[in-house]
């Protein structure tokens, strides 16, 4: 039997991006979705044995004195950060999904990007490792789970980074070039979906997943 938790919202971090001074705080929806009984050929969706629930969060980013940023480990948060960028000053920013009680089910998780930070040439980020572009549609990242994604003995849920560090551990990269008042929103959107025998490839499961948005 399916969960009745179709379009429950999360409020988690959107990327948010700023040079600028007095800006005011900005937060973004994402939606963490689970989609149940629909009428395809096969079900999709988080179903009562595939997982619990899907999340997005970041730590928390402190402004230091000089300008930069640094992330706190001990705090997180589900809403959106600004961040007054100065041209050069790369950042600290590490968008996660986390996935809890996940069962071995095979699966897909998806996160669609609403704009594509890398078009503006002045705030640059890569995805990390094990997340690959879904082809044919622009600003979806996906991730195969599998068994090995199971929780661990003494785990509930496992984490998924988005961002790749560079070379000197910082997520975002900032040119010097960056030009006063530029502004990036970005907000991610979250999706989890069973692999099944009819909807087989990531690309067939994301359809299926967002059909009728």
């Known amino acids: 039997m399916f969960k009745k938790i179709k379009d429950k919202k999360y409020f988690v971090a959107a990327l948010v991006l700023v040079l600028a001074v007095a800006v005011a705080?900005?937060?973004s929806a994402v939606t963490a979705k689970y989609v149940g009984q629909k009428d395809v050929k096969a079900t999709i969706g988080l179903k009562a044995d595939l997982a619990k629930s899907i999340t997005v969060y970041e730590h928390v980013a402190n402004r230091q004195t000089d300008g930069s940023y640094r992330l706190d480990s001990s705090a997180i948060t589900e809403e959106g950060q600004t961040y007054m960028l100065m041209p050069g000053v790369d950042i600290y920013k590490d968008p996660t999904v986390r996935v809890t009680g996940y069962t071995g089910i095979p699966a897909y998780l998806f996160v669609k990007i609403t704009e594509d930070l890398n078009s503006s040439g002045y705030a640059t980020c890569n995805f990390a490792n094990g997340w690959y572009a879904l082809t044919g549609i622009n600003g979806v990242w996906y991730k195969e789970l599998t068994s090995a994604d199971i929780p661990g003995e003494d785990e509930t849920y496992?984490?998924?980074?988005?961002?790749?560090?560079?070379?000197?551990?910082?997520?975002?990269?900032?040119?010097?070039?960056?030009?006063?008042e530029s502004e990036f929103t970005v907000t991610i959107k979250a999706y989890i979906g069973q692999k099944t025998v009819d909807y087989d490839t990531p690309e067939e499961v994301f359809e299926a997943l967002t059909a009728g948005d």
């Open 25 to 27: 705080a900005v937060a």
């Open 158 to 180: 496992k984490d998924y980074p988005l961002l790749a560090a560079n070379n000197n551990g910082y997520q975002i990269t900032v040119s010097e070039t960056l030009p006063r």
